[in-house]
């Protein structure tokens, strides 16, 4: 079922004031990580404002639905949607990075209400996703997880441990989302002598990887937030077993420079860059209308 | 905190740690309905086996991936659950310590970590599976609690308090059976240390089933007219700092024993505390900074130096 049209239209500009967001947090920090935050903007969006069974004014109440962002090093993408659905104030994104703030470089759900599970060491994020999902069941809750996985972070051999133990569990009240974006960090770069044969994407054939561990396979365009939506109900009707949702990104999505460019995964924004990101999305929310 | 004072004798009573474990996690599945045991395919050699014959519905099978098993307990904890981790301590310490670091220890969740196994002593399977450096590690990491209990009576009292505990714990246990010297009515206060022999030369630190052999070299101290004053440090994170300054002042010497290396373990702690609080010629016996193998266990304490023979003459050269 798709949104009403208006409704798309002001997910859209809440995607759009995401980036900005992102961008501008990154720059007054004069750190952090861009182009998987901007990879992950419309599925953040739609899922903190349209999926998620949450309630931002009551962030432990123990029926919500649980998110956990295995790549963690997108947190600003993260509290950028948190402040944005009123989580806490946007102004607190200035704190990002500093001494501290509760935004710190990667999600810690010991300082941040909304923050379900702490992250940043890459491939952890699935198991204890598996540990809320089989939670659920053995206390008879209702309430239903999603873990957004990179492709980097899927390298991690946790990843496939997670992936093996749910679908033996074969439960259904857990939903992976995988970001791929094509990119990581460095990789088997062209730059580091490999060749054009050894640079690959950091996943290939991730259908046919997860369809071989159990798990149901649904493939998106993760920058449709229709589709998005469309298929976390796919997930949550699939019952023999868990899901993932392939969602095909582009890194960087939404400021030109930054698009498909692995430098962009993590650096500082200048003040030049910043200008030309504000033009940018400004001109997207001026076509919104 | 106060010092118990329970002087103990080693009588015939002998039961495994293990056995213990596997009793004690029923006992606190009846009492608890939060506590549920996750296992990393050991379950019949850490005893945990007894959970899923007899509780099957508390039981999670998480496979050999220890990795997975941590980030699990960590789901579950933070979802109201207390899951108990069965597996040896060589695993759940080494195999999945980024996990238990990120997931566990920095957003303090209350998951339970039984290592089974700890020390030399593990039937004849070597270096790989004997874990001697678990303090350290374990010590080293902030939030979590480290207790390694002297017999079955504390394995049972120091679970029934890491359960009722708000955090992490990590509990070191020892494979075969060994003498009960503890009273069955023993209530484990965690940080809490035990003077369990009373004396004046020698202050003789120890933990785990290491104290018993600590019983044993008092007696042979005794004999030659020595008085040891034995000190029974059961957690050694919270470390009771000040109790520790206060019986090594009663004799003015010191001697530390573990199954554990001699760095960072309970001697490294205690070298710690006095360094600040009350310098004190001192002597550890442990693991002098190698790996081990697989023998008999009379042959590992000996050749690796922690026979209460070892114990009784660090003892006498600093007399």
């Known amino acids: 079922m798709s949104l009403a049209p208006d409704r798309l239209t002001e997910l859209k500009r809440q995607a759009i004031h995401l980036r900005r967001l992102v961008v501008e947090s990154v720059h007054h920090a004069g750190a952090g990580h861009l182009g998987g935050p901007m990879s992950a903007a419309d599925m953040l969006i739609a899922l903190y404002f349209e999926v998620l069974n949450i309630d931002p004014n009551d962030p432990h109440k123990a029926d919500r639905d649980r998110f956990i962002l295995s790549k963690g090093h997108s947190s600003i993408g993260l509290y950028s949607a948190l402040a944005l659905r009123g989580y806490f104030p946007i102004e607190e994104l200035k704190t990002f990075d500093a001494i501290d703030s509760r935004l710190q470089g990667h999600p810690a759900m010991d300082l941040l209400p909304g923050i379900d599970m702490s992250s940043g060491s890459l491939g952890q994020g699935l198991s204890p996703g598996l540990g809320m999902a089989l939670a659920a069941r053995l206390k008879g809750e209702s309430f239903h997880t999603y873990v957004m996985l990179g492709d980097g972070d899927s390298q991690e051999g946790q990843i496939w441990e997670a992936a093996l133990v749910a679908s033996r569990y074969q439960v259904n009240n857990l939903t992976a989302i995988l970001d791929l974006n094509g990119l990581q960090q460095y990789g088997w770069s062209t730059e580091a002598g490999y060749g054009e044969l050894a640079r690959k994407p950091p996943q290939e054939n991730p259908e046919a990887r997860w369809q071989s561990f159990g798990w149901n396979t649904i493939s998106i365009d993760g920058h449709d937030m229709d589709q998005f939506i469309d298929a976390c109900q796919q997930a949550r009707d699939h019952l023999d077993g ?11 999505k939404g ?35 | 905190m106060t010092t118990l004072h329970l002087p103990l004798t080693i009588g015939d009573a002998l039961n495994a740690q293990r056995d213990a474990f596997g009793d004690t996690l029923i006992e606190l599945i009846d009492r608890d309905e939060r506590v549920y045991v996750l296992d990393g395919d050991l379950a019949n050699s850490t005893k945990a086996d007894k959970t899923s014959r007899e509780r099957p519905e508390r039981f999670l099978q998480m496979g050999i991936a220890e990795q997975n ?17 069965s597996s040896f301590a060589c695993f759940l310490v080494n195999r999945d310590l980024d996990q238990l670091r990120v997931v566990v220890a920095q957003p303090n969740l209350p998951v339970k970590i039984a290592g089974a196994y700890s020390g030399l002593l593990t039937g004849k399977t070597g270096k790989t599976h004997q874990e001697v450096s678990d303090i350290s590690v374990m010590r080293a990491m902030p939030n979590m609690t480290v207790i390694s209990p002297i017999d079955a009576v504390e394995v049972r009292a120091a679970m029934i308090a890491a359960n009722d505990s708000e955090g992490p714990v990590y509990i070191r246990m020892t494979r075969d059976p060994e003498p009960v010297v503890l009273p069955a009515d023993y209530a484990f206060e965690i940080g809490r240390t035990i003077v369990v022999r009373e004396g004046t030369d020698v202050t003789i630190f120890s933990t785990g089933a290491q104290t018993v052999r600590c019983l044993e070299a008092a007696d042979l101290l005794a004999a030659d007219g020595v008085s040891a004053h034995v000190v029974h440090v059961p957690t050694i994170k919270p470390l009771d700092a000040e109790a520790i300054a206060e019986a090594a002042a009663r004799t003015g010497r010191v001697v530390t024993a573990e199954d554990h290396t001699i760095i960072g373990g309970l001697g490294g702690a205690v070298a710690e505390a006095l360094g600040e609080l009350q310098p004190t010629p001192m002597r550890r016996i442990g693991i002098r900074d190698t790996f081990g193998e697989s023998a008999a266990n009379d042959d590992l304490l000996k050749k690796y130096g922690i026979t ?12």
């Not at chain 2, 699990?72 to 659950?81: D, T």
């Not at chain 2, 023979?309 to 007399?319: S, T």
Request: hydrophobic share 50%; glycine share 6%.
């Open chain 1, 255 to 289: 400021i030109s420079y930054m698009e498909n460019d692995f430098n962009w995964h993590s650096k500082p924004v200048t003040d030049e860059d910043l200008k030309q990101a504000q033009d940018e999305l400004a001109a997207q929310e001026a076509a919104l209308a």
């Open chain 2, 308 to 319: 209460p023979g070892h114990v009784a003459d660090a003892a006498r050269e600093l007399l």
């Open chain 1, 242 to 252: 868990p899901t993932v949702l392939i969602a095909r990104t582009v890194k960087g």
């Open chain 2, 69 to 85: 098993m941590m980030g699990v307990a960590a789901g579950m904890a933070s979802c109201g659950l207390v899951p108990w981790l």
